[in-house]
Each structure stands twice: as structure tokens, then as C-alpha cells.
């Protein structure tokens, strides 16, 4: 292929001016680098209220919050991540901005939707932070707004609720965009299964996210319909059942949590062959299992539910097939190690965060059999055990594949090269600060402290103070991480089209691609990882 | 992955125009829909489960004939917009704006219906708050928050469609919708369909069944 003479995406601005020339683009990278901007604010938020958490528990007592702000902080934590960050992540910043590239495709199916999400995310996320600034004060039911508190506090929740609603109606949006894009537009040649695992994986998600989001979208609407007519759809009081509202609200959640890690994984199926320069092992079975994942996450809501008042059989059903979730994960994770062995590892940071997930998602996803299992979830149920074992697996997991993606595309979008050595040495402060953060959460979880409680008692002393340590080395990781990448993008050194020896289609084009990505769109012949 | 470069060099973006894709695309977020009613209907079945009596005495207070005249409406509205799509297959444009304004008024027609009956409860204090409402069994009190509910999102739905129609007929008349460029009004007219189809499950649901 020859250089292009066309300008790239980052310059070309077809005549417009200013922030228009963003605002208005139907241009997929565009889109994608704008999710970027927001998410990375979020996150930033998120991250801050984390870290004052973290202070409040330094000691047992009243260090700097009261109980009702500490409430508030957590739930604020909780939906900010989850609904601003976690759960349109990867498919929205690295989806947009790889999909059509890696399928060989010009743009997603619908260019114009896909604009009209991110305006919808935006819209949602400043309702989200808008119930910081008015009526009486921020939401403080925790990020699952269980009724019937959620019906009767006098904070701020009807906002919230409304905004997590638009939130889940802009995900659904993109869902149905990648769906059709993946069916409709792969360039000729790439039949399904010649398909990059990361769309595999794109493609699962976004069947989760069209088929579970609804039902979270009109519940959260019972919620507030619930509190602006004074009816009672989840209030005892007047005859509704409120477990009935988990059980709505965890058809929606738990799915939605492979909606989180399922786009890392498919991440991580990018960057370890490509790292490794070895035949990815078992592409199929990677393929099929994320699938699975999507299809089994369906039916295994219940439990979250174990305490809250199950029949029998119904807990030991749910228990079984939440057990039936680990396989298509182990599947993954040993396909990529078998991929590699022998291989010859390239330990670049993309690598060193892929391998870090790896790592991490193990912790996590065991821990989640612990939960799992129902005997011990009587005991732990509630307790710093859950809050350890999910961050482990969202932040761990989706963070550190987010983290990995960052990297491996970072000279694609920019066209332009961090610091290997600092992103590299940025890694194991993050990866250090992370395990001391989060593993005493474990340990005192076992040990019986409750979460969502701003105090604690005088012998889980010693590893709340281990765990805030933690999370001071953890952000001081994350401004290293981002000072390296905000250089490398700035003043980083060119790079080249094809850095790290990719095979996929990303690679084959220009760094950065112009706006129509290829000059003439690719006729593939054989699987994307057939390294000789 | 190899490339080859055999085709002709494209440097200008090609309009290409692909119908299948946005069909595929509107079926998928009708069964977005269809679940976003569906968890409605999850409700009301475990509902009516716990209070089968309260369920019963609700629904014999619902006004069978409107809700039966709706529903003829609103098939009918049915047929009318596939007849609109098989016009303009035919390259009969004034037809099938014809066909589409026939629609929008069966909509309306829906819409005069259900404020007579919404506006006849209402009347009669028959909505939460009021002091007869809080005197309801608990059961019953669900039903007819159930029946606002699902009645409500519904016609929101049939007011959406209709004005999705009314943009239809502009881009007939327009011919930006034409007898080998219809695609947008299959959508418009799949939509419709979808808000019909909800209506039959509502209406036996909630007039019939006691």
C-alpha cells in the first residue's frame, strides 16, 4: 500500500471550525476519542470521592465526613464508575474507535446514532453529577437504588434514576450500532469466523446490552414514577414487594457486569497474540465462550439475592449456574496462556497490563465463586469480601484491560509514541498500589466488616490503614500513567503504522487513519493471527 | 492478515445505500421494546399472582367497549400503513400519503377514546393520592397503577408513531421516500405495527381477563 497524501483524522476538519469540527462529526475515532475526554473526567471524579472514602476509613471514628456525606460518597462512587466509566468503557472508546478498523470498515452502520449517543451519555452524565448541585442533596441508597429506601429518602434520587435511565438508553443505542455494524459492513473476505476476537467479543456485549438494558430502563422509571405519584409498584406499605425490585433490577445488573468485562476480554484476545507474535490458541473456543458468558449471564441474577429472601431450590439454582459462568471465563484465560507458551513475549506495557489483567481477573473471578457458593455467602454477604472482589474484577479487570487498550492503540488514534519506559515503570507502581488497596478489603471482608458503613470497629484497624496506604500508591500509578500518555501525546516520538507487529487490519492503515480509514477497503484471505 | 490491492482505488467516500442494515437495525430496537413492555408485563403477571381477587375486581371497572373499539382502531391503523408501503411499492405516492394520514387519524381517534376513559376515572377520583385510591385494597391499588402505567407508556408510544408517520408522509411528498427508496418508511410502518402488537397483548390483560 502506498502513503496516503490525505490529511488524518485529527487534522482533516472538512471545513469546519473550532469544537464543531468535533461536535458535529460523524467520524467513528472522533466519537470514540470524545467518549474519551468525558470518561476520563468521570473517572477522575470517581477516583477523588474514592480517595476521600479511603480517608474516612484510615481510622475507626469520624475522621473527615459525616455518616449521611459518606453515604452520599458512595453512591455518587458507585454510579459515577459503574454507569459513567465502567459500563460504556471499552465499547465506546475503544470500540468506536477500532470496530470499523479492525473489520476493515469505513465507519460503524449508522454513523449519525452513533453521535446521538454520545450526546445521550452526555446529557445522562450531567443529570448524574447535576444531583450534586440541586433539590436536597446527592442520592445516598447506594449505585442500586434499592426500594423501599429509594422510594422514601428525601435526597435527590428521582435525578439520579432518570439519568442512570438515559445512560442505559444511549448504551442500547450503541449495542444496536455495533450489532448491525458487525453483521452488515466487514470487509469482503472476513467471513465470521476470521473476525478479530475483540469484535467477537464487541459483538457478545452489545447483544447484552440490547436484551437486558430495557428492563433495568423501565424499572428505574417505576422508581421514579413510584416517588413522584406517591404509589407503591416496590412499597410494602401499599402491597408491592420490594425483592421483587432487586430481582428487576439484577436482571438487568448482573448481565450488565459481562457487559463490563466481556469488551477487556476481548481486549486482552488482541494483545496477547499480537504480543507474543503466536497463533492465538483456541479461537473458536474464545469466540463461543464469550457468547456463552453473554448467554449464561442471563440467568444468574438470583445471586445477588441469597439473603434477601429466596425459595430453596430457587438459591441452589442460581448458585449452580452462577458456577457454569466460571467455565467459558477459564476457557479464556487458559487460551491465552496456552497462546503464550513458546511464544516470543514482548513485555511492553500493553503487554504488561494485558498480563496484569490476567493476574488480577484470576483474584476476582475465584472470589466470585466464593460469593457464589451459598453457604459461604451467608457469611459474607455485605461485607468488604464483595467490595474487594469486584473491584478486583471491574477495576482489575475492565480497568486494567481499558489501561491495555489505552496502550495498544495510544500510537494508532495519536500517531505518536509514549515513553515505553515510563509507561512501563508507571505499570508496577499502578499494579503495587492496586493489590495493597484492594487485597485487605478481602481479608478484613472475611474478618466480618460490613460495608457501606463510614466506621468500623477498633480490630479492622490495621488493614483499613493498609488499604488507604494502597490507595495513595494506587493514584499515584494512575497521574504517572496519564502524565506519561498526555506526553507521548503531546511531544511523543512518531510512530510508525504498524508498531507492535499486528496483523489485524487496525494496523494495516495509517497512524493516525485518515477519515475514511483505508484507501480502498481490504480483501482478507486468512484468520487475523497467522503469525509465521 | 494479508491484504491485496486488486480492487480500483477509491478515494472518495462511497454513498452506498443499505437497506438491510436498517431494517436489521430497527428490528433490534423494537425487541428493545418489546422488553422494555416486557418488564411491565413481568410485573403485572407476579402481581396479579399474589392478589388474583383485587386483579379481578379491577379489571370488571374497565370499560370493555372502548377498549374493544381501540383495539379495532388501532388494527385497522395496521393494515392502512402496509397498505401505505404496498402504495408506494407501486409508485403511487399520493395513495399512500393518503394511506398514512388515514393512520394518524385512527391515532387520534385512539387517543379521543382513551381521554374519555382515562378522563371518566379521574372523574370519579379513581387515581393515586386521592382518598378513594388509599381506601383500595392494596391489590387493587396496583392494578390501576399497572393499568396507568402500562396505558400510559403505551399511548406515549402511539403518539411517538404517529408523529414518526406524519414525517413519513413529508418525505413522500418531498420524494426523498420513493417507489425504489422506501426503507425509512417500512421502519416507520414496523414501529406502528410494534405499538399495535402491544396493544393486543394491554388489552386482554387488563379489560378481559378477570
Known amino acids: ?532 | 492478515m494479508s491484504t491485496n490491492s486488486q480492487q480500483p482505488e477509491v478515494h472518495h467516500p462511497v454513498i452506498h445505500r443499505d437497506d438491510t442494515a436498517k431494517k436489521l437495525g430497527m428490528w433490534l430496537f423494537l425487541f428493545t421494546e418489546l422488553i422494555l413492555f416486557g418488564g411491565l408485563f413481568l410485573v403485572y403477571s407476579i402481581y396479579r399472582y399474589l392478589n388474583p381477587e383485587d386483579f379481578s375486581n379491577g379489571s370488571h371497572h374497565l370499560d370493555v367497549g372502548i377498549g374493544a373499539l381501540n383495539t379495532m382502531i388501532l388494527i385497522t391503523s395496521s393494515l392502512t400503513v402496509a397498505l401505505s408501503i404496498t402504495a408506494i411499492q407501486k409508485n403511487k405516492p399520493k395513495l399512500a400519503i393518503g394511506l398514512i394520514v388515514f393512520t394518524i387519524f385512527c391515532a387520534l381517534l385512539f387517543m379521543v377514546n382513551k381521554y374519555f376513559e382515562w378522563g371518566h376515572k379521574i372523574h370519579y377520583d379513581l387515581y393515586p393520592g386521592t382518598e378513594l385510591f388509599k381506601a383500595l385494597k392494596p391489590g387493587e391499588g396496583l392494578f390501576y397503577v399497572l393499568y396507568y402505567f402500562m396505558t400510559g407508556l403505551h399511548m406515549l408510544h402511539v403518539v411517538v408513531g404517529a408523529i414518526l408517520l406524519g414525517i413519513m408522509a413529508n418525505y413522500i411528498r418531498k420524494g426523498m421516500i420513493t417507489h425504489d427508496n422506501y426503507v425509512l418508511l417500512e421502519n416507520g410502518g414496523l414501529y406502528w405495527h410494534l405499538v399495535d402488537l402491544i396493544w393486543i397483548y394491554l388489552f386482554p390483560l387488563l379489560y378481559l381477563i378477570h
Open chain 1, 1 to 532: 500500500m502506498t502513503t496516503t497524501t490525505l490529511p488524518n483524522y485529527l487534522e482533516d476538519k472538512q471545513g469546519k471550525k473550532g469544537l464543531m469540527v468535533w461536535l458535529t462529526t460523524h467520524d467513528h475515532k472522533r466519537i470514540g476519542l470524545m467518549y474519551l475526554a468525558a470518561l476520563s473526567v468521570f473517572f477522575i471524579v470517581g477516583v477523588l470521592i474514592g480517595i476521600l472514602m479511603r480517608l474516612e476509613l484510615l481510622n475507626p471514628g469520624k475522621d473527615i465526613v459525616d455518616p449521611q456525606t459518606y453515604n452520599s460518597l458512595f453512591t455518587l462512587h458507585g454510579v459515577i464508575m459503574i454507569f459513567l466509566f465502567v459500563i460504556p468503557g471499552i465499547p465506546a472508546v475503544f470500540g468506536n474507535i477500532a470496530l470499523p478498523l479492525i473489520i476493515g470498515a469505513r465507519d460503524v452502520a449508522f454513523p449519525k446514532l452513533n453521535l446521538f449517543s454520545w450526546y445521550l451519555y452526555m446529557f445522562g452524565a450531567m443529570l448524574a453529577l447535576g444531583t450534586l448541585l440541586v433539590g436536597d442533596g446527592p442520592p445516598d441508597t447506594g449505585w442500586t437504588f434499592y426500594a423501599p429506601y429509594s422510594v422514601k429518602t428525601g435526597t435527590n434520587v428521582t435525578m439520579a434514576v432518570f439519568a442512570a435511565f438515559i445512560l442505559g438508553f444511549s448504551s442500547i443505542l450503541t449495542g444496536l450500532n455495533f450489532i448491525v455494524t458487525i453483521h452488515r459492513m466487514r470487509c469482503p473476505g472476513m467471513s465470521w469466523f476470521k473476525m478479530p476476537l475483540f469484535a467477537w467479543a464487541l459483538y457478545a456485549t452489545s447483544w447484552i446490552q440490547l436484551l437486558a438494558t430495557p428492563v433495568v430502563g423501565i424499572t428505574l422509571l417505576m422508581i421514579a414514577v413510584e416517588r413522584m405519584l406517591g404509589i407503591g409498584l416496590f412499597d410494602p406499605a401499599l402491597g408491592g414487594d420490594p425483592v421483587l425490585y432487586q430481582h428487576l433490577f439484577w436482571i438487568y445488573s448482573h448481565p450488565a457486569v459481562y457487559i463490563m468485562i466481556l469488551p477487556g476480554m476481548g481486549v486482552i484476545s488482541e494483545i496477547i497474540p499480537t504480543f507474543s507474535q503466536r497463533r492465538i490458541f483456541g479461537y473458536k473456543a474464545i469466540a463461543y465462550s464469550s457468547l456463552a458468558i453473554a448467554f449464561i449471564g442471563y440467568f444468574v441474577w438470583g445471586h445477588h439475592m441469597f439473603t434477601s429472601g429466596m425459595s430453596g431450590p430457587a438459591r441452589v439454582i442460581f448458585s449452580i449456574l452462577t458456577f457454569l459462568v466460571a467455565i467459558p471465563s477459564a476457557i479464556k484465560v487458559f487460551n491465552w496462556l496456552a497462546t503464550m507458551y513458546n511464544g516470543s513475549i514482548d513485555m511492553k506495557p500493553p503487554m504488561l497490563y494485558a498480563m496484569g489483567f490476567i493476574f488480577l481477573f484470576l483474584i476476582g473471578g475465584l472470589t466470585g465463586l466464593v460469593n457464589g457458593a451459598l453457604a459461604a455467602d451467608i457469611h459474607i454477604h455485605d461485607t468488604y469480601f464483595v467490595v474487594g472482589h469486584f473491584h478486583y474484577v471491574m477495576f482489575g479487570g475492565t480497568g486494567f484491560a481499558f489501561f491495555a487498550a489505552m496502550h495498544y492503540w495510544f500510537p494508532k488514534i495519536w500517531g505518536k509514541m509514549y515513553s515505553i519506559k515510563h509507561a512501563t515503570r508507571a505499570f508496577w507502581v499502578l499494579f503495587t498500589g492496586f493489590n495493597i488497596l484492594y487485597f485487605p478489603m478481602l481479608v478484613v471482608g472475611i474478618m466480618g466488616m460490613p460495608r457501606r458503613y463510614y466506621d468500623y470497629l477498633p480490630q479492622f484497624h490495621l488493614p483499613n490503614e493498609i488499604s488507604t496506604v494502597g490507595s495513595w500508591i494506587t493514584v499515584l500509578g494512575l497521574v504517572y500513567m496519564i502524565v506519561v500518555l498526555i506526553q507521548g501525546m503531546r511531544k511523543g516520538e512518531k510512530a510508525e503504522r504498524n508498531p507492535w507487529h499486528g496483523l489485524t487490519l487496525d494496523w494495516q492503515t495509517d497512524s493516525p487513519p485518515t477519515l475514511e480509514n483505508f484507501e480502498e477497503i481490504p480483501t482478507v484471505t486468512e484468520g487475523p493471527y497467522e503469525y509465521k
